[in-house]
């Protein structure tokens, strides 16, 4: 495996469901990121990880819970979530926090 | 402030045309970093070029180029022969003190055969 994978790429729950979104990267980067992307919106960032410490959370609900265990991976754990939480959510990392984030290819959220 | 703005919402060009993205940024920043990234309809994000603010010159790829220009605030994004695999939607993003990626609201291109 190479770059940034994330695992499920697409995923349907229920409200009452609890799952788990998975991103690992392979680059040695020190630094790992969550965004989400809904439709017709711009980007949001939503949790940054540096050196496995959060270091970022931009007033994201508590249903959206994150997990860094090392420095190649991040988890971000749903519970609980609302039909406008339905989006691509993606994962970055970077060598440091100044440097090129490299992306994963998303996994497409639908909360029925 | 820090912003983004990327006004082109839609564009549509005829198989190799040449198009340009344009992209405006807004930062009080001296030291910042512009980006390119490419969005395929499979979703990822795909790294196209980094240029820092003490970096003025144009840069050429391939089919591709830049113009970053800090007088105007712009770092546009030309293809040059648009091909049907260019279609993607196209985002401009900042980096600067703030440590966080400011992202446009993105360019999609249709490139027609």
């Known amino acids: 495996e190479t770059g940034v994978t994330q695992t499920p790429r697409h995923l349907v729950m229920g409200m009452t469901n609890k799952k788990s979104l998975k991103c690992e990267q392979h680059l040695g980067h020190n630094a790992m990121y969550w965004y989400k992307q809904s439709a017709k919106k711009p980007l949001e960032l939503m949790f940054v990880?540096?050196?496995?410490?959060?270091?970022e959370n931009n007033s994201v609900p508590s249903r959206f819970s994150p997990e860094c265990p090392n420095s190649s991976h991040l988890f971000l754990h749903l519970h609980t979530l609302q039909p406008e939480d339905s989006a691509l959510y993606l994962c970055a990392s970077s060598q440091e926090r100044v440097e090129t984030q490299y992306f994963g290819p998303g996994t497409r959220l639908l909360v029925l | 402030a820090q912003k983004v703005t990327q006004a082109q919402t839609e564009i549509s060009v005829v198989e190799k045309e040449d198009v340009t993205l344009d992209c405006v940024y807004e930062t009080r920043d001296t030291t910042y970093y512009l980006f390119w990234y490419k969005q395929p309809p499979s979703g990822e994000l795909v790294f196209l070029i980094r240029?820092?603010?003490?970096?003025?010159q144009n840069e050429i790829s391939g089919r591709y180029s830049w113009n970053f220009q800090k007088s105007t605030s712009s770092f546009n994004f030309t293809i040059t022969a648009s091909q049907v695999v260019d279609s993607a939607v196209y985002f401009c993003a900042l980096l600067s003190g703030t440590y966080k990626y400011i992202f446009g609201t993105g360019t999609r291109l249709k490139v027609l055969a």
């Open positions: 240029r820092n603010s003490f970096d003025e």
């Open positions: 990880y540096n050196f496995k410490e959060q270091t």
